[in-house]
RNA sequence: UCCCCGAUAGCUCAAUGGUAGAGCGAGCGGCUGUUAACCGCUAGGUUGUAGGUUCGAGUCCUACUCGGGGAGCCA
């Protein structure tokens, strides 16, 4: 008899036999001489229904002692359902116990509401929960569809290193790699450590981006993208961070801003509209249970065009906004939290795009800007962040610096050290070209798809400071 | 890392400084083509950890750990 997966055969023609194999979710018993059991092996939202009648040779000895958890086989034919909430059940020939549960009264994925914070120190169970298994299954489909955008449109995955043995990336603060001893770690004359005789033989540490790396392959294979793990060692205790995250970072040669900022928009919307078409079973879900209006939400930013508007214009909305903010807003001081949130979700309400902030608030790689553009008084580079409600910098990008005395520079300026980046260097050496890339963070990405408030919640096993069970 | 709040049964929460309770879940029984079922009974506790104040601490004080909300860093 076919195996079939509950996604199939809740779409499999009346009267057809099959097995189905997975988790019981629930047990109901009826006297008229049969048990109900949710039966769902996580390959869609909704389980189908085993109907197990007692003259099953186990109906008193198996059936009826099976409950929330348990693994079984169930064999028989799938018919018109007499009750109301399925159209097609399966009427049970056979329901064999695979696995059973141990305490079902100690089992911490039981029957009944439970908090995601307490779902959460059960990561291993919590898939097995309505929400979690939406998540994962949602996850999964915006990680394919990212491969799909791009692989349309002629980008290539490139696969950037996890190890970083340049300590030039500067976008936070780094895990150390190293197979020194801890306690009697190998020392210079001087007593400093000496990293010589580590592994690599220098320092190195795990990536925090992987950016740098990507646009070497950019400026060879035009359109390029990463998308892997990221790690930041930053004391970050926030609903919006991670230890251990996954980005997404395209890179686009003979390009400018725009282009960058078109790119992240197009792929946005495409990715929504892809999930909604794809996933439309547990984004149902969540738009009933988690957020309420959320697919309504969606739509709108898929039909919009994003709302493009430059810093300083941005810092001219803050301040005539009638709102009160706790950081006043100057010119030259980065946006926070609260004043990101004011721009997309009171002013615009919808996806807002920052563009040319002051350079001293930004990165030495973001390509500078002609004096006086967007009538900004102070210098300013070609980057842009993606705000969105409810969530806040979802994507940040930038032109980056192609002509190598301006880099040089800026790499002076911010006291880095130029023989760090050599290679780097000699991209702006060797046929340079405008290009421009943007990071996105992938767990903001589900969490904005879902409506999961914590970022712990969209990642299988989430790693924070002193967090890493699992 | 900073500010605020919290930690009591498997889970969610009550309990004036004076005998630790309820709902859900779980087990058993009743009822029912059931589906967030419903009714009854039963079991279930070193009140986060370590100190302190007090005749007496779940309750007050201190430290620590963990969780939540907000902030910073960012994606």
């Known amino acids: ?33 049969l048990s109900f059991i949710d039966l769902n092996d996580g390959t869609a939202f909704q389980g189908l229904q085993v109907v197990a009648k007692s003259d099953l040779p186990n109906y008193e000895s198996e059936i009826l002692h099976l409950g929330t958890g348990c693994a079984i086989e169930a064999e028989g034919e799938l018919v018109e359902s007499k009750g109301k909430g399925q159209s097609v059940e399966l009427q049970a020939s056979a329901v064999r116990v695979v696995g059973l549960v141990d305490d079902p009264d100690t089992y911490p994925a039981s029957a009944k509401r439970h908090t995601f914070e307490y779902l959460r120190e059960q990561a291993h169970l919590r898939v097995r929960t309505n929400t979690f298994g939406a998540v994962a299954r949602v996850r999964h489909a915006l990680a394919v569809g990212i491969h799909r955008f791009f692989d349309e449109r002629d980008f290539f995955y490139v696969h950037t290193p996890i190890i970083t043995a340049s300590d030039a990336e500067g976008a936070g603060e780094m895990f150390r790699v190293s197979t020194l001893d801890m306690h009697n770690p190998a020392r210079t004359p001087e007593g400093e450590v000496d990293y010589n005789k580590d592994f690599f033989g220098r320092e190195a540490n795990l990536t925090v981006s992987g950016q740098l790396n990507v646009e070497t392959y950019c400026c060879a294979l035009s359109r390029v993208y990463t998308f892997g793990p990221t790690f930041r060692a930053e004391n970050s205790n926030t609903s919006r961070h991670l230890a251990e995250f996954w980005m997404i970072e395209p890179e686009i040669a003979f390009a400018d801003l725009n282009d960058d900022a078109q790119l992240a928009e197009d792929m946005l919307k495409y990715l929504f509209d892809d999930l909604l078409t794809r996933r439309a079973d547990d984004m149902a879900f969540f738009n009933e249970r988690i957020e309420p209006g959320l697919i309504d939400r969606l739509k709108h930013v898929i039909e919009k065009p994003f709302r ?17 903010f706790e950081f006043p807003v100057e010119w030259g001081s980065d946006l926070q939290s609260e004043h990101e949130r004011y721009l997309t979700e009171e002013h615009f309400k919808q996806p807002v795009v920052v563009i040319n902030y002051p350079k001293k608030i930004k990165a030495f790689y973001m390509r500078l800007n002609d004096a006086g553009t967007d009538g900004a008084p102070e210098e300013t580079v070609a980057a842009m962040d993606i705000l969105v409600p409810g969530i806040g910098e979802i994507v940040g990008g930038s032109q980056r610096e192609e002509r190598l005395d301006v880099l040089d520079r800026r790499i002076e300026e911010m006291g880095l050290i130029k023989d760090d980046y050599w290679w780097y260097r000699d991209l702006r050496r060797y046929g340079t070209v405008p290009h421009a890339g943007f990071g996105l963070g992938f767990e903001r990405l589900i969490q904005f798809c879902t409506g999961m408030q914590n970022i712990r919640d969209v990642i299988p096993f989430p790693r924070a400071p002193r967090q890493a069970d699992f």
Do not use: F, H
Request: aromatic share 6%; hydrophobic share 35%; glycine share 6%.
């Open 1 to 33: 008899m076919d195996w079939l997966k509950i996604k199939d055969a809740a779409q499999a023609p009346v009267g057809t036999r099959c097995t189905l194999k997975g988790w019981v979710r629930t047990r109901r018993d009826s006297k008229a001489g």
């Open 308 to 324: 493009r508007l430059p810093y300083t214009e941005a810092v001219e909305i803050l301040k005539n906004a009638k709102k009160s």
